[in-house]
């Protein structure tokens, strides 16, 4: 069974510091996404990781996947107040074929103050 | 932007009636996804649909579950008899490839009382 496991689950920060959040999972597979979904609101597609080593930058947010390591990482740069959500990462167990099912971690609820 | 819709937003049952949950997936897209989320857990995938049929479900997707996409641009998810624990918000997805991420809809609350 994939389990997709993510750490912190919970995230205070400082507006101006860098963190970075991670996603491990117990699976092979190359298809990594990262989500993010504000209170009572639907998931936000951030980030498509589709290979190893591939790294992908949005503002202050960068992805980066090791499929060897198995592992993500969602790394925050001088956090602002406007980051404050919750991030999921979702790992596709049907990679190679039609995508089907996404596994989602418990997701980082990630609280950015001033 | 295109976006995925669902309708209603927030449905409220008695336990053991039947709900169907409406979702209009982007037009250009082929794959649908259905997935749930229980208040404060972590979002569980239910269904994928492509080319007029199941392509993969999971366990939660039992026989009470069943899906449609009637008339070429809804896509429903209906539960036949819902239970107490059937009371989660319901996300529809689309993507329009394989290996693309997939958009989400607004979701429906559903309260099974």
């Known amino acids: 069974e994939l389990k997709v496991e993510q750490n912190p689950l919970f995230l205070s920060m400082q507006e101006g510091k860098n963190y970075t959040i991670y996603c491990n999972y117990s699976?092979?597979?190359?298809?990594l996404y990262w989500y993010r979904q504000d209170p009572g609101k639907s998931l936000e597609s951030l980030f498509v990781l589709l290979s190893n080593g591939a790294v992908k930058q949005e503002g202050r947010l960068m992805a980066s996947l090791d499929t060897k390591a198995r592992l993500s990482t969602l790394h925050i740069t001088a956090a602002v107040h406007d980051l404050s959500a919750t991030y999921f990462c979702?790992?596709?167990?049907?990679?190679?074929?039609?995508?089907?099912?996404?596994?989602f971690g418990k997701g980082t609820k990630l609280s950015v103050k001033p | 932007e295109p976006e995925v819709t669902q309708t209603p937003s927030h449905q409220v049952t008695q336990m053991g009636q039947e709900v169907i949950l409406r979702c209009v997936p982007i037009s250009n897209h082929l794959y649908f996804y259905w997935y749930r989320q229980i208040l404060g857990q972590k979002v569980e995938f239910l269904v994928s649909?492509?080319?007029?049929?199941?392509?993969?479900k999971s366990e939660i997707f039992d026989d009470q579950f069943s899906v449609e996409r009637p008339d070429g641009s809804n896509f429903t998810l209906k539960i036949r008899s819902t239970k107490l624990e059937d009371s989660a918000m319901y996300f529809c997805a689309s993507s329009g490839q394989a290996d693309a991420e997939a958009f989400f809809g607004q979701g429906t609350r559903l309260t099974v009382v």
């Open positions: 649909f492509y080319n007029n049929e199941i392509s993969e």
């Open positions: 699976t092979t597979s190359d298809r």
């Open positions: 979702a790992v596709d167990l049907n990679y190679g074929g039609s995508q089907g099912n996404l596994i």
